[in-house]
């Protein structure tokens, strides 16, 4: 099953995501990064989902 966007996904040693990964490194590169979410509400999300969308809203 393809991920929903509630759960955080598989972890490296480092504890990052290979998603999260990519996302800071095109961050890093100064690339143009495209995000699409289901919904605004965090309803389902795991704690770990909902810190990372507040990251990337600029809110942590």
Do not use: C, Q
């Given at each position: 099953?393809?991920?929903?966007?509630?759960?955080?996904?598989?972890?490296?040693?480092?504890?990052?995501?290979?998603?999260?990964?990519?996302?800071?490194?095109?961050?890093?590169?100064?690339?143009?990064?495209?995000?699409?979410?289901?919904?605004?509400?965090?309803?389902?999300?795991?704690a770990r989902v909902t810190?990372?969308?507040a990251t990337i809203q600029?809110?942590?």
């Open positions: 099953m393809p991920p929903t966007g509630n759960d955080y996904g598989s972890e490296n040693a480092g504890g990052l995501s290979p998603t999260e990964r990519e996302f800071d490194l095109a961050t890093a590169e100064g690339k143009y990064r495209l995000i699409s979410r289901a919904t605004a509400k965090a309803t389902g999300r795991t810190a990372r969308v600029g809110r942590n």
